[in-house]
């Protein structure tokens, strides 16, 4: 069993960027996040790969979030720029045991931290 924390959510200006951060507690070979805003289901946001860091991110998202991880501390990060209104979420961290990043899923789930942008 494998328990996500994450933290790094908050209240922030539409242009503002925020870093979200996920610790596992254990040694999974994909991580990635989540999003499910009020009313919606939960959406693929990004993934990354544990072994070579290659990663998968959602075109809404493409070239405002990146993803990344530090394997030696077991967490992955996600750092959002330009942060639009519509990026309001509740910001789930997950892992997954296959190495499949395109077709992600999630063994794990972390708690989820909230992220809202205001305009």
């Known amino acids: 069993q494998v328990t996500l924390v994450e933290s790094g959510g908050g209240l922030v200006q539409a242009g503002g960027s925020l870093r979200l951060s996920c610790a596992a507690s254990?040694?999974?070979?994909?991580m990635g996040w989540f999003r499910q805003s009020l009313g919606e289901e939960r959406e693929f946001v990004a993934a990354?790969?544990?072994?070579?860091?290659?990663?998968n991110t959602a075109d809404s998202v493409k070239g405002r979030f990146t993803i990344s991880r530090d394997n030696a501390k077991n967490t992955v990060y996600l750092q959002m720029n330009n942060l639009k209104p519509e990026d309001t979420a509740v910001y789930y961290c997950?892992?997954?045991?296959?190495?499949?990043?395109?077709?992600?899923?999630?063994?794990?789930w972390g708690q989820g931290t909230q992220v809202t942008v205001s305009s």
């Open positions: 997950a892992a997954s045991l296959s190495p499949i990043i395109y077709v992600f899923r999630a063994d794990y």
């Open positions: 254990g040694r999974t070979l994909t």
């Open positions: 990354i790969r544990r072994s070579d860091g290659v990663t």
